[in-house]
Each structure stands twice: as structure tokens, then as C-alpha cells.
């Protein structure tokens, strides 16, 4: 089976690789493709592969290349995970948004308005190349913001793309552990959209527990999002939310910690890997244990301002494990083997949310088989979590149209609706700050 693997010269994609390593039985992935524009980050990326697969007497063979066409035919799977503009380009969405005294973070508020502008274009090229060269094909998406490129996607590819996310999946494993349960033998209802969803029960052998954890405010206060949120704000929502709701509901203190930290996460992000494929290139020691040191000092410095604010501390070990490779793998092994199973992902609604139409991309608990992901029907969301979810999927589809028409007014417009953009010409402004830095959204005019 041939997977094909979309920004193969990726930090993450080494994860994924690793999932395949310990994956045996029939309908197994034979041959990883990665495709990237950048070579040298294929070459890097290619080196620390070859390392982990050097014990593995059957690994997946491995093949590179700069031609887009080339990586998708024939392919069963395609790993969607793209970043239009690198990470130099989410830095500048950062920067931008901070200027103008609002969130610049990758997939929530300006930033992450900035960055679907830029991607969706190119995604939409990648799904009609699947339509052609792969029709047979599933694409898993990974690029963010991913419930909006998925719905993107959804538009000329139907169910046969699917959006994951690692964050409802780490929610879920940290509520189960908490709760002394096994995450493997909980149904977590979770319901939302991509990064804006919430945990409203943990049923275990068919109970409950959730209410069991709200009523304990030791128990509530001992992980993350205990940490992150409070004890308080937990028990009023009746609910966990997904931890980038952070930037929601404290959005005054993300703000103001991400204007005043040394360098925002972009930034980081941009010097680290440019360091780790600097020191590949030059270096003849061993790629794997580079790029082993430099994910740990990733994973530990995840959402490190949102829970400086909060003094949440330092990230537990049991959360630097990375997941979202996990759910591809587990999601993969479903549909190519009929192994069912039931996984949180970003799928179309159909009739799962009223207040949504059937098109809209939510991320939801999905039973999944041969024939794809299925959402499962789930309680409707209290009036404040419907509000949130209805604004943003709004945003959503003034970025897809703005993307389609080409429209700068479409834009600024997608801006000023969103809750954490609080002007009109704070909107306009971002558009022209963002058109000025960035090559990939010239064709708003």
C-alpha cells in the first residue's frame, strides 16, 4: 500500500514514520512517498527515517521528490500536511495580529484567519490533483487550520477527505487518567469544531464519570486543563474545553503574555528547525538524535504563555508524547483493513448539529469502517458553546469565499466578524498588514 505524504520535509513527519514501524499484518503501508518544494528538508528528513528504519527488517521503503504529480498517482492514503509560507510565514501572522493588539496564534483569530487565506488556494489544487491522479485515494489532513482546510478540501473530494487533530484525543487521555480509567475503554462526547470543542462526558462501562471529576476540585485542579482554566470556570461550563479555548476565554491575558514574551511560538519554531536542518546538513552524527532532542524541547514549550498566564506550570511528561500520528495510523488501518473503531475527527456534519448546515466541517466522535468516518449523533451544545461554534464556522466561510473570489473585501470582512477581532478597521488594517508581508495572498484584490 503507497502513502504519500504531503510536506514530507516536515519536522513531524518522522512520527508518522514511526507509527508505520509498528504497524505488521496485511494491508500495511509498503511505500512512504514524501513530497516537499524544499529538497534540502526532504534530504534531512529522509536521513532521520532511514535511521529509525535501520532495525526494522521490512520497513516501509521511502522515496523523495519535488514533483507534486508524481508523489499522488497511484497512492491509497494521502497525508495532507502542508505549511504555505513555513514557518518565517507564521511568524509574520503573529507579529502582524500582535501589532494591532489582537491573537496572531496559527489557527485562532487573525492568525489563524491569515493563515486558511494563504492555504486554502493550494489546498483546493492538491484535492482536484487527488480527483485526477488518485481518485481511489483517502486524503487524511493535518494542515492546519484543519477543520477549515478540510472543508475546503470536502468540496471536490466529498468524505474522502478527513481532518484529524491530536488535541480531543490528549483531552480525552488526560480526563480518562485522572479519572483512573482506561482511555482505550472510555466514549468521550465531544462535539465542536477544530480547536473550539468541548468534553461534556466520559462514559465508562456506560456510567458517567465526568460529574465524578466537576464535584472533586482537587482532582479537577491536577491536569492540564485544570491548570490551564481553573477549577471555577470548569465547574461553570459543566464542561472541559479543548485547551485553545484558552484564547477564548482569556484572551486579554493571551494577548498581552504573547506581546511581551522574548519570541511568539512561530518565531521559536522558525529558529529551532531551522537550527535542527542546518546542524543535519553540516553534520555527519546521528539525525535521529537530533531530531529526538529538538522535538522534546518542542513538545515542552507547547502553549508555554497560555499556561505561564495561568501558572499552570510545566507540561506533565504523560503530554509530551506527541498523538495526532496515532489517529492517522489507527484512522488508515480502519478504513484500509475494515478494523472499525470510533475516533474523534473533522468530518462533514450531515445532520449531526442542527444549527449547522450538512456541508460544515465539525470535529466530532465518527465510527469508522471501510466505507470512512460516520459521525455519531451527539446532545446539542448549551446556547454559549453554540454561539462560539456558529461565529467561527461563519469565519470559516467568509475565508473560503475570500479564497474563491479573490476579494480583499471578503477578506477584511472574515476578519471583523471573528469574536477575537474587535474593529472593523482593526480588520482592515490586518488585511493590508498581511497582503503587504506575504507573497501567497497577492491574489486578493
Known sequence: MKLTILGGGG????????????????????????????????????????????????????????????????????????????????????????????????????????????????????????????????????????????????????????????????????????????????????????????????????????????????LLGSFEEGKLFGVDWLRSLGAIPNEYLHYYYFNREAVRAYQQAERTRGAFLRDQQAGFYERVERSESSALELWDRTRAEREATYMAENRETAGAGERDADDLSGGYEKVALALMRAIARDERTTLILNVRNRTTLAVLDSEAVIEVPCLVDANGAHPVAVDPLPGHATGLVCAVKAVEREVLAAAESGSRTTAAKAFALHPLVDSVNVARRLVEGYTAVHPGLAYLR
Open 11 to 218: 519536522f513531524r513527519v518522522p512520527l508518522v514514520y514511526g507509527a508505520l514501524l509498528g504497524d505488521r499484518g496485511e494491508g500495511r503501508v509498503t511505500e512512504v512517498v514524501l513530497h516537499d518544494l524544499d529538497a534540502g528538508r526532504l534530504s534531512a528528513v529522509t536521513r532521520v527515517l532511514a535511521e529509525q528504519a535501520a532495525p526494522v527488517a521490512d520497513a516501509p521503503a521511502v522515496t523523495a521528490t519535488t514533483d507534486l504529480d508524481d508523489a499522488l498517482r497511484g497512492a491509497d492514503f494521502v497525508f495532507s500536511a502542508i505549511r504555505v509560507g513555513g514557518l518565517e510565514g507564521r511568524a509574520e501572522d503573529e507579529r502582524v495580529a500582535l501589532a494591532e493588539g489582537v491573537l496572531g496564534q496559527e489557527t485562532v483569530g487573525a492568525g489563524g484567519i491569515a493563515y486558511g487565506l494563504r492555504t486554502v488556494p493550494v489546498a483546493v489544487d492538491i484535492a482536484r490533483r487527488v480527483a485526477r491522479l488518485a481518485p481511489d485515494a483517502w486524503v487524511i489532513n493535518f494542515t492546519n487550520p484543519a477543520g477549515l482546510v478540510t472543508e475546503a478540501m470536502s468540496r471536490h473530494l466529498g468524505d474522502r477527505v478527513i481532518g484529524i487533530c491530536d488535541s480531543p484525543v490528549g483531552l480525552g487521555r488526560r480526563i480518562a487518567r485522572v479519572l483512573g480509567a482506561n482511555p482505550k475503554e472510555a466514549w468521550i462526547d465531544y462535539v465542536g469544531l477544530n480547536h473550539l470543542g468541548w468534553v461534556r462526558g466520559l462514559r465508562v462501562a456506560g456510567r458517567d464519570e465526568l460529574p465524578r471529576l466537576l464535584a472533586d476540585p482537587d
